[in-house]
Structures are given as structure tokens and as C-alpha cells.
């Protein structure tokens, strides 16, 4: 049926091929970590990047696009982990074919184009492909006939493989309200051989029936309605198309292969692992899943580290640890007990680099991130596995089959086992684990170690007052059809009317001193938070009387083309018409642009000292200061520092001007420019260079910087530390911030110097005699106290209780340490050759200390130190040892040691009595 069998890649590429000729444009997968939605862990379709074109938030220069987008499904409600391994088609990260129109071609086209691409191009057998189409079982929503009829239409397509299926197959929303629409499915017949459940009653072989004979192949949704309430659908006005095809799954059939795993695009894998553990082909073949599992996690792992998500505790950085651990705990089934997953990452970077190059650029942090982890996690695993071990044990023993959530807590955060891993362990011996008492114990351990919530719920506000707003005001011809204009770059103060308040969500005509309202003018130079530079603060008041003033805490940017000025009213009342000044904080703004120039030297001399790995894990730039996180697996040397701070200010004494151009994305990517993972980019960029004749620094930015590197001043770096597993952060000062730690630097070292009486240059000097000086007085003391002691105690010898004829002395002695005891116990036999003496004192934190002598000839007599000192300790809560004529002993209460003491003249007369 196919001619030439094709490779995973090259169907891959070929599907973009097919749309590009279609006049559609290809945008690059966006990164696992979905940008600007805290309400996704990661991306987990293909969709998700244009989400917001979906909403009416954003608007994109092309109606038609395709892609094949990296996904991950790994937690929450699309959680195919315990799947992963144990079937031929449950995957963690996967790949996603899609192609869509915004408002441009619908329903004819999309179907027509997908049967094109699977029979002509691809060369399916069109008798094996089905279609599925939408009729609602409650009769509300109109069944979707021009997609059968379209299907139907299609040269060679059976009209009898046309079939209807209702709600939770063939509509899709994206929420409760919001797009949706019904849609298309194509499923493709692999023959009867391949139903799996033929042997389960009542299984009738057929589309939707479950088994593995009809495979969902190709999923077209045509979005033409938005929901606004549970029982309201309104037709769009833009119709789209979204449609997902799952790239292992197409090569799966393409490629004649029974499992995704057998594909060129996970085999490979899979093979490296066969190599190490030097398993045959019928050795792997009867222990399929541990070999599944490892393929499918560490190329999720890489993917992930290389989008920037590093083994962690939280959130996407726990995922990455807790794949990363499982690959490991499979691997140890198979007798891998070194780190191993480099070599199989190795192959997926060799097997995937082509179409993501930052696998390629990545290789290097990709690598030594999963060989730590596996080495982390190594030095914990086995005590951990014990343990748990044990516990369930103990479980069974008692009749019980829930670990509860605390413990495997407990096993995480002791011994690093992650949840999933306990859970495939409970597993095996058919035991369960609390998995939600585990999450509410997690989430109390990260609130108590003041981590924050990572993802919160999404802020559920109304965009569509701001919609309407925008839409009333560009059909008054206030605003254009781009809506707010924004340059933050040239309009640090505008002059124009208010155009709408919003207050509480609502619009209001005017505001009172006192309320907290949001101000939209047709033009704004206050710059909105992004790309870690935060928002612009300032002024708004009034042209004429009556006079008011509301100050600008914060920007926000609610909908596509709306921008507002957050503020509160100090003065007057502010009415919608008034004329105004909008001024931002200029100083305020001067110190952020400093900062963030600097922020670009900074990563430029980061790379140039440290090497190629180290990018942007985050940054905040703020007025005070500058908080730059990077990858870079360990702490920084003060030599590295040092250097780093020095070609910073090296920098900025060349005193270079800033070249910022626009130009289309691809352009910048190849003369070399830094785009950052996580960030969205139109198709033309703000490209920002620095260094002349060489660049230095080269990076897409839209923020505000400063014309030359001069203005920045001076720039000192505050800390350096850890920001998580991976990842370095450095804090630094620039400008009126460097110059203000500087002035207070030196007043303290001024302060220092007048102390002892000297200039700051001499302190050091100063500084060393005197805490010489320090020491010698001091030990002097120590001398006097010891003379002193010993005086007091030559005294007490004199007054010597004799039991039974031996002299013996039970004390405490204050303020002395064992050897204190033991020469002031030698004073004691220097007049008494023969007796007892227990010496006793209090150490600083509280703990009592005891040393026990007798004379030789005692020894004789049976009595023995040890036993004498462990009688002491047995009072305070210890124990001791030594020798028949000298011991020692520790205790944890000293509050006993008087009656302790008191004790030794008994237990002297006792031994004696004995011995007679
Ligand atoms: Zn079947
Ligand atoms: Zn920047």
C-alpha cells in the first residue's frame, strides 16, 4: 500500500510541507512550559499557543498555521502515567500535528485537505478510514451534516463510514464557557487481527468500541459557537479550525509497526538501552515494559531540561524529578544500576536535533541534569525503598491497603521517592497509597517552608467588559483597530482625554478620592509588565479644574488591545472626558532601564565566562535591583565573580550605544539573537545588540534600556546562590542603587575605623592586633580562673569524709571541662594515695560531665570506676566507660547531680562491705 516506508521525521515534515503549499504558515512548536498561562503545568496540546487568538486576546499577522507542537500529559485530569509503559500507545510527551484557520477557510477545506494528506500524499487505503461527525444526544445543539456531507463528498470515501457520535466524542470545549464547537473524527481500520478484546463479552469490533482494531487517527475541530452560559450557544462571528493529530500514532500506521514504540521515533531508544544491559532481542522482547518506560522518560526529560525545567520539588520541576527517578528505579530492574540515562538522552538528541534544535543547544545541561539526578537520587533510593518496604509491610500485616498520604510524604522528602514511584511499588504488592493525603501534606510543607503557591487558579475575571469596552469605543472612533497605543520607549508623559474607569469590574463614569480604579487613555507610555521588567509607576492628573490626581501603582493588559493604568484617586474626582496628563516616575524608570541593560551584559559575560549553558532561567528587573536566574550546575567561584562583575563594568566604561532594530523573527534567530524559552514572539522582533565593531550581547527584548552603557553607571553584584537544582541566581545593583551601597559601604567602614581610633586604610592592620590582644587577656583569665580553682579546691581537700576508713570526695567543681576534673583529681591523690574522688561540672549548654578515680589498691578491693561512674550517670540520664581506676560519663539532666553525688559515699561503704 505504501510505496516507501518514510521516516518519522520526514512525516513529520511532510504534514508541514502539506499546509505550507496551502498557504499556511509555519510557527515553531512553543515550549513545554506554557507561556503566561499559570493555569497549565505544560503545554498539552497544540492549541495552547494560540489560546489567546481563540479568546479574541491576541491577534496573530497570519489566518492560517501548522505545527507540530511538544506536549506533555503527565499530571491532572489528562494523567496517562500509569499507562505509560505498560501499552503500545500511552505516552508522557508527545508529539502533536496541527493545522489551523483563524477565521479564515472552514469545514470544506479542513476535510478536504486531511483526506488529501492520508490517502494521495500518504497513501492510506481509503476503504480502512472512517469519519466521525457530531449529533447532539440531547437534540439542543444542530447535528454537524455539512461536515458528512463534505466527507462524503471526497473522491473515493465510502458514504456508509460516515457515523454519528454525540457530546464526549464530537464536541469540544476549551472551559465551561468560551469557543467551542462540534467535531470531526478520522479513525483508521487496521483489521480485525489487531482487536484486543475480542474475548471480552459483549465487545462489538467498531469505531469507538475501545479496542485496538479502529484507531482515532485525526481530530478536526471546526469552533463556531462560544458558550456563555450552560445553556447558551451564540455563533461566532469567525469561524475556526483547530485540528491535532498525534505524530507517533500516524507513524505507527505509516510505518506498518504493531506499537509507537516500534517506530524509528522511539525504538532507537530502546535499542540504547538493549546495548547496555546486553539483554537479546527475545530477553527485551519478554520484559518490554521497563524498556518502554525508560524511552518514554528520558525523552520527556530532555525535552523538558531542555525547555528549561530541571529535577526540583515543585511543580513542573517535580515532574522532571520524578520521570527522571522512574526512568532510573526501571532502569535498576534491568540491571542499571550506574547512571545511564545520558547515553539514552544521547539518542534522543541525535533523533529529534534536527527539528528542535534547542535539544542541540541544550545537550551539554541536558546531560549532566539527568546524570545528577540519577546520582541524587542513587545515594537515597535503596534506605528509601527499605523503608517503605517496611511500612508496607506493616500495612498488610495489620489488614490495612492504604499507605496513608503522610508517609509517602515522609519517604519524599527524606529519601526522595517520588509519589508515582512508591504508588508503582504499593502497586506491586496490590497495595494503594493516599495520593491526595500526600498532596495536602506536600502543600503543607511547601507553605511552611515559604514556597508559595506555584500555580494558582486563574484570576476568573471578566475579559469581556474590557472587550466590549474596546469594541464601543473603536465604533465611537476613539480608538483604532490596534486599540490603546503603546510606546513606552519615547512617551514618558501624553496629554489626552479619559476615555473609560473601571472600577470593581465595572465601568463608572467617575471615581472618588480613596477608590482604587483603572484608567484607559487612546495612547500610554507606562511600560506593562514583561519580560521580568515591571510595570512603570507615575502620575495621572488633571489639565484643568476642577483638580484631581490619581497615582499609577500598576499597568495591566486584560485584553487584546486594552491597556490600563491601575491607581488610586489621592485627590479630586476624576470623570470619564476629562483631559489628563499620564506621567510616569522618570527617575524610577531611569533605574529600571539601567538594570535591564545590565541584565543583558550580564548574560552576555555569564556566557562568555561560564560557557554557551548558561541562559536565562528567569529575570526580575526591578528599580532597587536586578535578579538574574541562569543554568549552571554549580556555585560560582569568587575568582568567576569577580570576573564576571569586571567585564560587566568593562562594558559599560566603553560606553557602547545600543543598536535596537525590528526585524522578522527568523532573521534575528540566525545572526545569532537569544530568544528565551517560555516567551511568546510575533513575527517581527525588537532585536537589541551591543558592541561595536564585535557584538557582545544579542538578544530580543522588548524593554526599555538605556542609550549607551555609560548611563548605567556603575554595576556591583549583591549575592550568588541557588535558585533550584541547576540553577544559579545572581542579584546585582546598578546605577543610583551601586552608588547607594557604595556611600553606605563606606560610612560603615569610617564608622569601623573611628571605633579603634584609625583611618580605613590602616583597619585591617588595627583590626588583627587588637584581636590578638583579645586572645592573649583571655587566656590569661583562663590561667587565673584555673589557679583560682585550684586553690579553692586544695581547700576543700583538707576537709576530707572518710568512709570505712577511704577517704572520698563526690563534688561539683564549677565552670570546668574533663580535663579541668581529671588534673584537679590528681591534686587529690597527691595527698590522698589512697580513695575515691567523683569530680563533676556543667558544660555551656546545660550537659553534665563526670569523671570517676580509685586508687589501685581499691581496685584490688573490687571496686571499679566504671561501675562507680555508670551508678553517677544512671541519675542524669547517661552513661560513661573507662578504665577499672579512671572513667568518665556524660549525662542529658543535670538537675539530679546533686543527689547523684550525694549518692557516692553509700556506694563506696557498700563495695566495701562487700569485699570484707
Ligand atoms: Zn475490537
Ligand atoms: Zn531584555
Not at 529519601?415 to 495536602?440: K, M, S
Not at 471578566?462 to 486599540?483: H, I, N, T
Not at 537544582?725 to 542603587?737: F, L, N, W
Request: proline residues 4%.
Amino acid at each position: 500500500m505504501i510505496s516507501k516506508k518514510l521516516s518519522g521525521a520526514e512525516i513529520r515534515q511532510g504534514f508541514i510541507d502539506f499546509f505550507v503549499a496551502r498557504g499556511h504558515t509555519f510557527v515553531p512548536s512553543s515550549s513545554l512550559v506554557p507561556g503566561g498561562d499559570q493555569t497549565l503545568l505544560f503545554t498539552n496540546a497544540g492549541m495552547v499557543q494560540f489560546k489567546d487568538v481563540f479568546l479574541g486576546t491576541d491577534k496573530r499577522p497570519y489566518t492560517r498555521a501548522a505545527n507540530s507542537q511538544k506536549c506533555m500529559r503527565v499530571a491532572g485530569k489528562h494523567n496517562d502515567l500509569e499507562d505509560v509503559g505498560r501499552d503500545d500507545t500511552h505516552h508522557t510527551f508527545f508529539e502533536m500535528l496541527g493545522n489551523w484557520s483563524f477565521g479564515d477557510y472552514y469545514k470544506k477545506e479542513a476535510i478536504a485537505w486531511a483526506w488529501e494528506l492520508l490517502t494521495e500524499v500518504w497513501g492510506l487505503e481509503k476503504q480502512r478510514l472512517w469519519a466521525t461527525c457530531f449529533k447532539d444526544e440531547k437534540g439542543e445543539i444542530p447535528t454537524d451534516d455539512e461536515a458528512a456531507e463534505h466527507w462524503c463528498a471526497q473522491p473515493g470515501f465510502d458514504p456508509s463510514h460516515v457515523l454519528f457520535f454525540g457530546r464526549k466524542d464530537n464536541f469540544w470545549e476549551m472551559a465551561d464557557t468560551g469557543p467551542c464547537g462540534p467535531c470531526s473524527e478520522i479513525h483508521y481500520d487496521r483489521g480485525p487481527e489487531y482487536c484486543d478484546k475480542r474475548d471480552v463479552p459483549g465487545h462489538i469490533c467498531r469505531v469507538n468500541g475501545g479496542c485496538q482494531r479502529f484507531l482515532e487517527l485525526w481530530n478536526l475541530v471546526f469552533i463556531q459557537y462560544n458558550r456563555s452560559g450552560p445553556a447558551t450557544l451564540e455563533p461566532l462571528p469567525a469561524k475556526h479550525v483547530d485540528t491535532g493529530m498525534g505524530l507517533e500514532r500516524i507513524v505507527s500506521i505509516l510505518q506498518n509497526t504493531p506499537s509507537n514504540y516500534k517506530t524509528d521515533l522511539l525504538f532507537p531508544l530502546m535499542r540504547a538501552v538493549q546495548q547496555m544491559t546486553g539483554d537479546s532481542d527475545e530477553q527485551m522482547e519478554a520484559n518490554l515494559t521497563p524498556y518502554r518506560v525508560i524511552a518514554d522518560h528520558t525523552r520527556a526529560a530532555t525535552f523538558l531540561i531542555a525547555d528549561g525545567v530541571v529535577p526540583g520539588n515543585i511543580g513542573r520541576n517535580y515532574v522532571c524529578r520524578m520521570i527522571i527517578r522512574r526512568a532510573a528505579r526501571f532502569g535498576s530492574k534491568l540491571g542499571l544500576h550506574e547512571p545511564f540515562l545520558a547515553r539514552v538522552a544521547e539518542e534522543v538528541i541525535a533523533n529529534y536535533g534536527d527539528f528542535y534544535p534547542e535539544l542541540v543547544r541544550n545537550r551539554s545541561v541536558i546531560l549532566t541534569n539527568l546524570t545528577n539526578e540519577e546520582e541524587r537520587f542513587a545515594r537515597t533510593v535503596e534506605s528509601g525503598v527499605a523503608k517503605l518496604e517496611n511500612l508496607l509491610e506493616r500495612l498488610s500485616a495489620s489488614g490495612q491497603r492504604v499507605l496513608p498520604g503522610e508517609q509517602a510524604f515522609d519517604l519524599y522528602a527524606t529519601y526522595g521517592l517520588p509519589l508515582e514511584i512508591t504508588r508503582d511499588i504499593a502497586r506491586e504488592q496490590n497495595l494503594e497509597v493516599d495520593e491526595d493525603g500526600f498532596r495536602q501534606a506536600m502543600e503543607k510543607h511547601r507553605l511552611v517552608s515559604g514556597a508559595g503557591e506555584a500555580f494558582g487558579p486563574l484570576g476568573g475575571e471578566d475579559v469581556e467588559v474590557y472587550r466590549s469596552l474596546l469594541a464601543e469605543l473603536q465604533a465611537q472612533g476613539k480608538l483604532g483597530s490596534e486599540g490603546v497605543a503603546y510606546n513606552p520607549y519615547e512617551w514618558l508623559e501624553v496629554e489626552e482625554p479619559i476615555l473609560a474607569l473601571v472600577a470593581n469590574g465595572q465601568c463608572v463614569s467617575s471615581a472618588k478620592p480613596g477608590q482604587t480604579v483603572e484608567v484607559l487613555l487612546p495612547r500610554t507610555g507606562f511600560y506593562v509588565e514583561a519580560g521580568g521588567q515591571v510595570s512603570d509607576t507615575g502620575v495621572i492628573v488633571s489639565v484643568t479644574e476642577p483638580r484631581w490626581e490619581i497615582r499609577v501603582r500598576d499597568m495591566r493588559k486584560p485584553a487584546a488591545g486594552v491597556i490600563v493604568h491601575v491607581g488610586e484617586v489621592v485627590r479630586g474626582e476624576p470623570r470619564v472626558g476629562d483631559m489628563a496628563i499620564a506621567a510616569v516616575d522618570a527617575q524610577r524608570r531611569q533605574d529600571i532601564m539601567r538594570n535591564h541593560t545590565a541584565t543583558h551584559l550580564l548574560h552576555a559575560e555569564l556566557r562568555a565566562v561560564l560557557g554557551e549553558h548558561a541562559r536565562q532561567a528567569g529575570s526580575l528587573v526591578a528599580p532597587d535591583h536586578l535578579r538574574f536566574d541562569f543554568t549552571h550546575p554549580r556555585a560560582l567561584t569568587p575568582e568567576e565573580l569577580e570576573q564576571i562583575e569586571n567585564g560587566v563594568n568593562r562594558a559599560i566604561l566603553g560606553n557602547y550605544r545600543l543598536n535596537i532594530q525590528y526585524k522578522p523573527l527568523q532573521q534575528a534567530i540566525q545572526e545569532g539573537a537569544i530568544a528565551l524559552f517560555g516567551e511568546k514572539y510575533a513575527d517581527t522582533v525588537r532585536n537589541i545588540t551591543i558592541g561595536e565593531p564585535e557584538t557582545f550581547s544579542n538578544e530580543l527584548c522588548g524593554g526599555t534600556h538605556v542609550d549607551e552603557t555609560g548611563d548605567i553607571g556603575l554595576f556591583l553584584i549583591i549575592s550568588e546562590g541557588s535558585a533550584a537544582a541547576g540553577i544559579r541566581r545572581i542579584e546585582a545593583v546598578t546605577g543610583r542603587g551601586a552608588y547607594e551601597l557604595v556611600r553606605k559601604r563606606f560610612r560603615l567602614l569610617q564608622q569601623a575605623a573611628n571605633l579603634l581610633e584609625t583611618t580605613p586604610e590602616e583597619l585591617p592592620q588595627r583590626l588583627e592586633n587588637a584581636l590578638e590582644a583579645l586572645a592573649q587577656a583571655r587566656k590569661q583569665i583562663a590561667d587565673l580562673r584555673r589557679k583560682q580553682s585550684q586553690e579553692a579546691f586544695q581547700k576543700t581537700l583538707e576537709n576530707i569524709t572518710a568512709v570505712a576508713g577511704v577517704p572520698v570526695l563526690a563534688i561539683q567543681v564549677a565552670e570546668a571541662d574533663a580535663d579541668t576534673l581529671r588534673s584537679l583529681s590528681d591534686l587529690f591523690y597527691q595527698r590522698y594515695p589512697s580513695g575515691v574522688v567523683v569530680l563533676a561540672s556543667v558544660d555551656e549548654v546545660g550537659k553534665p560531665v563526670v569523671i570517676a578515680r580509685l586508687s589501685e589498691d581499691l581496685v584490688k578491693r573490687g571496686l571499679n570506676a566504671v561501675e562507680l561512674v555508670k551508678h553517677v550517670a544512671a541519675f542524669l540520664g547517661g552513661g560513661g566507660g573507662g578504665r577499672p581506676t579512671l572513667a568518665q560519663a556524660g549525662g542529658k539532666e543535670a538537675g539530679r547531680l546533686s543527689e547523684a553525688l550525694a549518692s557516692v559515699p553509700n556506694w563506696v561503704s557498700d563495695k566495701l562491705a562487700k569485699s570484707e
